[in-house]
């Protein structure tokens, strides 16, 4: 099992900036490929924002936020980052980083199907 556990969400005003950071234990996420969804107020949907396969090679990034959100990782930290600047009033979410179901696999990513492990999410609010 991966326990993931998001942190780094909070209130900021438009143009601003956060940066998220999603932690693992129960397993090293180095052979995970890993992703952030976020699920807007009023809303259901998890929206794919980003990916990153594995090896950390390879990134995936939602055109909303395309140039503005930029996703990493760590493997010797068990960590994956969410670099977000440039924030909008309409990137407010609950946020969830999420661990790919497969081992050492990455497919670009951006359907939720992929993944098997998410964390509890970590509300943004991005204020006009």
């Known amino acids: 099992q991966v326990q993931l556990v998001e942190s780094g969400g909070g209130l900021v005003q438009a143009g601003g900036s956060l940066r998220l950071s999603c932690a693992a234990s129960?397993?090293?996420?180095?052979?995970?490929?890993m992703g952030w969804f976020r699920r807007a107020p009023g809303t259901l949907e998890r929206k794919f924002v980003a990916?990153?396969?594995?090896?950390?090679?390879?990134?995936n990034t939602a055109d909303s936020v395309k140039g503005r959100f930029t996703i990493s990782r760590d493997n010797a930290k068990n960590t994956v980052y969410l670099q977000m600047n440039s924030l909008k009033p309409e990137d407010t979410a609950v946020y969830y980083c999420?661990?790919?179901?497969?081992?050492?696999?990455?497919?670009?990513?951006?359907?939720?199907?992929?993944?098997?492990?998410w964390g509890q999410g970590t509300q943004v609010t991005v204020s006009s």
């Open positions: 999420a661990a790919d179901r497969r081992l050492r696999t990455y497919d670009g990513g951006a359907y939720e199907a992929g993944y098997a492990y």
């Open positions: 990916a990153i396969s594995w090896s950390g090679g390879s990134t």
């Open positions: 129960g397993r090293t996420l180095s052979s995970y490929s």
